[in-house]
């Protein structure tokens, strides 16, 4: 059983991953409405179905579940829901840094993150304190929305120009 769920946790990261992080389907999860793009932002949220979803149909493929029935099918659809709600945020975030370190993949938001913490350090007085850089930034991150990104990097190109014609 223990192999059965280690597969489901890899099955529902990867799951996760290509649906709602991969450069390779960026134009599908770029089109996204709005609640399934949120939905898929969480690791947990999207990890606990896709593990639930996974379980059982991994289960019966590979015939690792002895037993039949509804019973047999609603244990390994609780269990998968568990097991991808625990797991596939773990496992997303070391796919994401691995690749980030190795530079195969850099996200548009640690670019964002990057100009605010910059422009943090270099101005005296920041007009947004650093927790509020932290909370926008978790929320283009969640969101994943082009405009509010924008939105944020015009507002912060303002904040500096000001900090700019003020010296």
Same mark, same amino acid.
């Given at each position: ?18 649906? #709602?992080?991969?450069? +390779?389907? /960026? %134009? ?7 609640? $399934?793009? @949120? =939905? &898929? ?12 979803? #996974?379980?059982?149909? +991994?289960? /019966? %493929? ?7 029935? $509804?019973? @047999? =099918? &609603? ?93």
């Amino acid at each position: 059983m223990i192999a059965l769920f280690s597969l489901v946790a890899l099955v529902a990261t990867v799951a996760h991953y290509g649906l #709602a992080r991969a450069e +390779l389907t /960026r %134009a599908l999860w770029r089109r996204y409405p709005p609640r $399934l793009d @949120a =939905f &898929l932002a969480c690791p947990a949220c999207s990890g606990a179905w896709l593990g639930a979803i #996974a379980a059982p149909v +991994l289960a /019966r %493929a590979t015939g690792l579940a002895s037993a039949v029935g $509804l019973a @047999a =099918f &609603l244990e390994l659809f609780g269990v998968g829901f568990c097991v991808g709600t625990i797991f596939v945020p773990a496992l997303t975030w070391l796919l994401t840094k691995s690749l980030e370190a190795t530079h195969v993949a850099k996200s548009e938001e640690s670019d964002v993150a990057d100009t605010l913490r910059q422009i943090a350090r270099e101005t005296d007085e920041p007009t947004l304190s650093l927790s509020e850089i932290a909370r926008l930034e978790a929320q283009a991150r969640a969101v994943r929305n082009r405009r509010a990104l924008r939105e944020l990097e015009i507002r912060l190109a303002g904040l500096a120009q000001d900090e700019t014609h003020d010296e």
